[in-house]
T-cell receptor
């Protein structure tokens, strides 16, 4: 079984500052993907960033970057220069990559609500 | 293409009634997924289609739940004899997958805005 744990139910940050959201996971697979999805209030889930487990280099997407520690099974998201539009629920997500029918089955964490103060 | 569409966005029903949700995926996506999200929690996987074939179902999908994707395009999720515990957001997602040599970006899921069910 796969599990994803987000230990921070809520986080807040001042506009233009940096914030880090934590995530740990557990899986017996060696090949998997990790994602951060963002869910703004009453709006659809949007992919923020993804990381392939076999890649050692941490993924970056503009102001968003991850710190992927495979041995520790840790996958944190850093948001730099926070903007008001970053306010949302953030989900850490795990997907095994073992082929067959499990390609799209995502395991979500509980989510972290991020508030951005002007 | 405007993305994944779900209808209705919000449904209020009385316990014991049947409800049906519809999902229209991105047209070129052959994979379609249903997830359920309760308040303050992360979504949980319900079921998955590749084209018209339902390939995987979660234990969460009781006998009262049925999903179809008759022509490999849109999908419906029906809940019979609704219970208050069925109150949740039902999310649909779609993706493009290839059978062999799947690239890292090929199976990223695109989500719809969800259908919120309230059972009184």
């Amino acid at each position: 079984a796969q599990t994803v744990t987000q230990s921070q139910p809520e986080m807040s940050v001042q506009e233009a500052e940096t914030v880090t959201l934590s995530c740990t996971y557990d899986t017996s697979e060696s090949d998997y993907y990790l994602f951060w999805y963002k869910q703004p209030p009453s709006r659809q889930m949007i992919l923020v960033i993804r990381q392939e487990a076999y890649k050692q280099q941490n993924a970056t997407e503009n102001r968003f970057s991850v710190n992927f520690q495979k041995a520790a099974k840790s996958f944190s998201l850093k948001i730099s220069d926070s903007q008001l539009g970053d306010a949302a629920m953030y989900f850490c997500v795990l997907r095994r990559n073992a082929g067959g029918t499990s390609y799209g089955k995502l395991t979500f964490g509980q989510g972290t609500i991020l508030t951005v103060h002007p | 293409d405007t993305g994944v569409s779900q209808d209705p966005r919000h449904k209020i029903t009385k316990r014991g009634q049947n409800v049906t949700f519809r999902c229209d995926p991105i047209s070129e996506h052959n994979r379609l997924y249903w997830y359920r999200q309760t308040l303050g929690q992360g979504p949980e996987f319900l079921t998955y289609f590749q084209n018209e074939a339902q390939l995987e179902k979660s234990r969460l999908l009781s006998d009262r739940f049925s999903a179809e994707r008759p022509k490999g395009s849109f999908s419906t999720l029906e809940i019979q004899r609704t219970e208050q515990g069925d109150s949740a957001m039902y999310l649909c997602a779609s993706s493009l997958g290839v059978v062999v040599g799947e690239g890292s970006g090929a199976n990223v899921l695109t989500f719809g805005a969800g259908s919120r069910l309230t059972v009184l």
